[in-house]
């Protein structure tokens, strides 16, 4: 399962959400809280939130994402889409657009991979800028952060566990070494270097865990 979430033009969100069996890409506006909402669910399934549901607006229409936990650390997510932005709309409603399955921590730790990245990258004011209306979610995003840290411990014991801990790097001709880009999944540590060596760079790239390496 790969999730991403990353700003454009200013106003507005790109999201990717896919499996084995399909995937699904559309973007979101600042009309909503997109990724705060996102990102309030996701500390809420960690917490032990059994359903969580949050809406993504386009211009028109609206994304719904829906949320079941099951047993253990299972998570379904289904999302339904909506002609009307703000639908008020039930779910039987919405036409399902993407399903699957996946563990809660593939989910959130990828989501969180993603807010760190945007948090990194913008600020706090410059999100604020992008987003107008909504500030960061810093509360939500410091609660997944210490709820995955007891998971982050257990995987320095080799426990195994989806958390954002890759990272890429590069080496120059001078053989200087270089940090791309950190708090990766696995899978997308070493398919953002793959992508580097489709292109036909010819510095050296390589991904590896932080945490263990």
């Given at each position: 399962m790969e999730f991403s979430y990353d700003l454009s033009e200013e106003g507005w969100a790109s999201v990717r959400i896919?499996?084995?069996?399909?995937?699904?890409?559309?973007?979101?506006?600042?009309?909503?809280?997109?990724?705060?909402?996102?990102?309030?669910?996701?500390?809420?399934?960690?917490?032990?939130?059994?359903?969580?549901?949050?809406?993504?607006?386009?211009?028109?229409?609206?994304?719904?994402?829906?949320?079941?936990?099951g047993e253990?650390?299972?998570?379904?997510?289904?999302?339904?889409?909506f002609e009307k932005s703000f639908s008020g709309r039930a779910n039987r409603f919405g036409q399902e657009v993407f399903r699957c399955e996946c563990a809660v921590l593939d989910f959130v730790g990828q989501l969180f991979a993603s807010l760190h990245r945007i948090l990194v990258g913008r600020g706090l004011e410059g999100y604020r800028m992008t987003w107008r209306n909504h500030d960061f979610p810093v509360r939500a995003y410091e609660a997944i952060r210490q709820r995955l840290q007891p998971v982050s411990n257990l995987r320095r014991?080799?426990?195994?566990?989806?958390?954002?801990?890759?990272a890429v790097w590069r080496q120059d001709d001078a053989g200087s070494q270089f940090l791309v880009e950190d708090h990766l999944t696995e899978d997308r540590a070493k398919a953002l270097v793959a992508e580097f060596e489709t292109r036909g760079h010819k510095q050296t790239y390589w991904c590896c865990d932080e945490m263990i390496s």
């Open positions: 896919a499996d084995g069996a399909g995937q699904l890409e559309f973007t979101c506006s600042r009309l909503s809280d997109a990724l705060g909402d996102l990102a309030k669910g996701a500390a809420m399934l960690l917490g032990g939130s059994r359903e969580e549901a949050c809406a993504l607006q386009d211009e028109p229409g609206e994304y719904r994402f829906l949320f079941t936990r253990s650390d299972s998570l379904t997510i289904h999302i339904l889409w014991a080799g426990s195994p566990a989806h958390i954002p801990s890759w």
